[in-house]
């Protein structure tokens, strides 16, 4: 069965696989997440051909720099495949910076080692959740059922994060005998200050932070992630007041001051700039 609407594709079928990877997965703006259930599949990926066999749990986030290669599957191969656009990951890993110290190592890791051969237990989570997905895409789509298709596609997320959790493959990254060069250290640190100070909003007081250039930032910020420190800051501070106005009934007030606007004035004409409209036709479009 293949269903999908413009930010899920689900797959279990060969030809949904091909179909999925003209359309989407080669291009930087996805994430993908391939359960292997039977035979196996190469697949070229970061300059070499990797195998996903039996149980293995394939997971390739949005990244710019690596889009998926050739491919050649088993007589055999059976699978269940989730694809999602890179906003809705965004927006996943955005929430979980909020209570996650090693967000960014985690990512890391997923992107230098995609592969995971999971257990049945996890394997019968992943297998739940496609379910579920495919429940709701046979549905029809309404803005509940968007919001249900996301929530859904976090959970997913989240079960992988716990995974490595169980793994424990974050401290992998920080290990000061890993190498990793000066622009993946500093994007790092940037990542981590940001998490820190999410309510900071100049890249001058990042670049002095990192004792560089807001201009070398910038560039390193592109060159590892296709956004500038500009973008990330704006990101970052557009999410949280998504989640103010959309979660809550704070007033509008009280919201700009908990995240450091200097008044309600100027958060309302941040928020007009970034939203195209105003703090509360926002909240009541959401909540509609």
């Known amino acids: 069965m293949t269903l999908f609407t413009d930010l899920i594709f689900i797959t279990d079928e060969k030809e949904g696989f091909r179909e999925c990877r003209e359309k989407r997965t080669t291009s930087s703006a996805t994430m993908s997440i391939i359960l292997c259930t039977g035979g196996y599949i190469d697949v070229y990926?970061?300059?070499?051909?990797?195998?996903?066999?039996?149980?293995?749990?394939?997971?390739?986030?949005?990244?710019?720099?690596?889009?998926?290669?050739?491919?050649?599957m088993s007589d055999d191969f059976t699978f269940k495949q989730v694809t999602i656009d890179a906003s809705v990951y965004e927006q996943i890993m955005y929430d979980h910076m909020r209570v996650e110290p090693n967000w960014w190592a985690k990512q890391e890791y997923i992107k230098r080692n995609p592969i995971f051969h999971i257990n049945?237990?996890?394997?019968?989570?992943?297998?739940?959740?496609?379910?579920l997905l495919?429940?709701?895409?046979?549905?029809?789509?309404?803005?509940?059922?968007?919001?249900?298709?996301?929530?859904?596609?976090?959970?997913?997320?989240?079960?992988?994060?716990?995974?490595?959790?169980?793994?424990?493959?974050s401290s992998s990254f920080e290990n000061?005998?890993?190498?990793?060069?000066?622009?993946?250290?500093?994007?790092?640190?940037?990542?981590?200050?940001l998490q820190e100070h999410p309510h900071e909003r100049e890249v001058q007081w990042f670049a002095k932070k990192l004792d560089i250039s807001p201009k070398y930032l910038s560039e390193v910020c592109k060159a590892k992630s296709g956004k500038t420190a500009s973008e990330w800051i704006s990101d970052i501070t557009i999410s949280e007041?998504?989640?103010?106005?959309?979660?809550?009934?704070?007033?509008?007030r009280e919201v700009a001051k908990l995240m450091a606007f200097p008044n309600?004035?100027?958060?309302?004409?941040?928020?007009?700039?970034?939203?195209?409209?105003?703090?509360?036709?926002?909240?009541?479009?959401?909540h509609e």
């Open 241 to 252: 007041l998504k989640h103010y106005l959309q979660n809550t009934t704070i007033p509008i």
């Open 120 to 131: 049945p237990v996890s394997t019968e989570f992943f297998d739940t959740y496609f379910h």
């Open 45 to 72: 990926y970061r300059g070499g051909m990797i195998r996903i066999g039996k149980n293995d749990l394939f997971v390739r986030i949005p990244d710019f720099t690596q889009p998926l290669g050739p491919y050649e």
């Open 264 to 286: 309600a004035s100027f958060f309302s004409q941040y928020v007009k700039k970034h939203l195209n409209m105003t703090p509360n036709h926002y909240r009541k479009l959401a």
């Open 134 to 169: 495919t429940l709701q895409l046979q549905d029809r789509l309404s803005d509940y059922r968007r919001q249900i298709l996301r929530l859904i596609a976090k959970g997913a997320m989240m079960e992988l994060l716990n995974y490595m959790d169980k793994l424990a493959v």
């Open 176 to 193: 000061p005998r890993l190498a990793i060069n000066q622009g993946d250290y500093l994007f790092h640190e940037f990542i981590h200050l």
